[in-house]
């Protein structure tokens, strides 16, 4: 399995400003995923980081208003630019980890719950 | 267009019974499955995976079925436990280019086990 942390847990922002979520790994992995969870709905990948090159982004999402770094193969931050009230949601990181022959196990971390007021 | 799709939002079940979650897909290209719990105010839990070569995988009290002919998924739980109470999301892995692969989320169901 995987030990993750995310920084902060949760946060009530204003709109109009930003905020940066970091993701931290207990071990060194390659692929690292960030999800977001809107308040009763299911999870929707953001963007995938891999170390050492550019975060790839899913359709409707974009790097101006979600710009990830990924400075090492432990850690990984979202930041969320510009915020609206429509970004109130958690934000989730994962790592994905091999095991136990075809198994690609993602684990996530506990989340971000972000409120924009 | 690709999409992972829950038949019941919510299901209750006494304890001590057997609960059923369904899940259907429609990417018929998609080789890999995956069952996750919630639990309220966590990250999702892996549970169980299955690959599309296989019918049935069986856990520690999880059994996941898979019927690739109608596209159906299916998470079974023995013995339900008030622990069991979560959401439990089906998850779809498609690949995405080179190595690379993503999941896709279904919908969820809320399991509410009473004591």
């Known amino acids: 399995s995987a030990v993750i942390s995310q920084k902060p847990s949760r946060d009530i922002c204003q709109r109009g400003t930003s905020l940066t979520i970091q993701c931290q790994v207990d071990s060194q992995v390659t692929m690292m995923f960030w999800y977001r969870q809107q308040p009763g709905q299911s999870l929707t990948l953001i963007a995938t980081a891999n170390q050492g090159s550019e975060a790839t982004y899913e359709s409707g999402f974009v790097i101006d208003k979600f710009p990830i770094s990924r400075p090492n193969l432990t850690f990984s931050t979202l930041t969320v630019s510009n915020m609206s009230p429509e970004d109130s949601s958690i934000y989730l990181c994962?790592?994905?980890?091999?095991?136990?022959?075809?198994?690609?196990?993602?684990?996530f971390g506990p989340g971000t719950r972000l409120t924009v007021t | 267009g690709e999409s992972v799709g829950l038949h019941l939002p919510t299901l209750s079940v006494q304890e001590g019974d057997n609960s059923i979650i369904n899940c259907a897909y429609s990417?018929?290209?998609?080789?890999?499955f995956i069952w996750y719990k919630q639990e309220s105010g966590k990250g999702p839990q892996f549970i169980i995976d299955?690959?599309?070569?296989?019918d049935k995988r069986q856990g520690q009290r999880v059994t996941v079925l898979l019927n690739k002919t109608v596209k159906h998924l299916s998470l079974q739980i023995a013995a339900t436990q008030p622990g069991d109470s979560a959401v439990y999301f089906c998850?779809?892995?498609?690949?995405?280019?080179?190595?690379?692969?993503?999941?896709?989320f279904g919908k969820g169901t809320l399991l509410t086990v009473n004591p």
């Open positions: 299955i690959r599309s070569n296989m």
């Open positions: 994962s790592v994905e980890r091999r095991a136990r022959g075809f198994s690609y196990e993602q684990y």
């Open positions: 990417n018929s290209a998609s080789d890999y």
């Open positions: 998850a779809e892995n498609t690949f995405s280019g080179g190595s690379n692969y993503k999941l896709t």
